[in-house]
């Protein structure tokens, strides 16, 4: 059974970084992607980043391009979210999702058939 764990979010001033990880296990292959998706109090959840784990660049939305990168551990088990020069705005739960068919709909939540509990950042001004 595929499992995903989110950590690492927290409480930042704007400027500041933090990274989040994304532990995971159950996938019997590489056939895989993660993403990552945040969710203001309010709002819809909106994609971030993905990455097809086969794959060694990711992908990214306009708002994080340049401040957030996204990567994977060697044994391609934990997915990680490095997030760097924060602004308030990037506040929400950061959830991440797990895709076995990795394709055109890994920018939107119906793209994904897994999906870990959340965490919050919080970016203070």
């Known amino acids: 059974q595929v499992q995903l764990v989110e950590s690492g979010g927290g409480l930042v001033q704007a400027g500041g970084s933090l990274r989040l990880s994304c532990a995971t296990s159950?996938?019997?292959?590489?056939?895989?992607?993660i993403g990552w998706f945040r969710q203001a109090p309010g709002k819809e959840r909106k994609w971030v980043s993905c990455l097809v784990i086969s794959d060694t660049s990711g992908s990214y939305a306009d708002s994080v391009k340049g401040r957030f990168t996204i990567s994977s551990n060697s044994a391609k088990n934990t997915v990680f979210l490095q997030m760097n020069n924060l602004k308030p705005e990037d506040t929400g739960v950061y959830y991440c999702a797990a895709s076995t068919t990795p394709g055109p709909f890994l920018v939107v939540p119906d793209g994904y058939d897994y999906w870990g509990q959340g965490t919050q950042v919080t970016v203070s001004a």
């Open positions: 159950g996938f019997t292959s590489d056939d895989y992607a």
